[in-house]
Nanobody, 124 residues
Framework: QVQLVESGGGLVQAGGSLRLSCAAS????????MGWFRQAPGKEREFVTF????????YYADSVKGRFTISKDNANNTVYLQMNSLKPEDTAVYYC?????????????????WGQGTQVTVSS
């Protein structure tokens, strides 16, 4: 099993920035990709971005492309989400997730382990 711990959420004004971190521990040698999802109240969990661990290839939802950047620190088994130009509609609980094996799917069910989530609130 892989354990994931997110940090870095908070309250920010529209147009501001936040950086989320997700530290992975445990059986991290079985890992194809790590990603971020978010879930707003009353809505389904939605894909934000993921990064292929070996190659660094990244994928983004259209809603965040050009504003959010995912990156990784191999030595510390950590993935980051830099969020710029934040909008009120970005308000959600953000979850880190790991996918063990190859897949291009953006569905939450294609990821194997999840963190506890961190709240991001963007005020207008």
């Amino acid at each position: 099993q892989v354990q994931l711990v997110e940090s870095g959420g908070g309250l920010v004004q529209a147009g501001g920035s936040l950086r989320l971190s997700c530290a992975a521990s445990g059986r991290t040698f079985i890992r194809y990709a790590m990603g971020w999802f978010r879930q707003a109240p009353g809505k389904e969990r939605e894909f934000v971005t993921f990064i292929v661990w070996s190659s660094g290839t990244t994928y983004y939802a259209d809603s965040v492309k050009g504003r959010f950047t995912i990156s990784k620190d191999n030595a510390n088994n950590t993935v980051y989400l830099q969020m710029n130009s934040l909008k009120p509609e970005d308000t959600a609980v953000y979850y880190c997730a790991v996918r063990k094996y190859y897949s291009g799917s953006r569905y939450p069910t294609s990821f194997d382990s999840w963190g506890q989530g961190t709240q991001v609130t963007v005020s207008s």
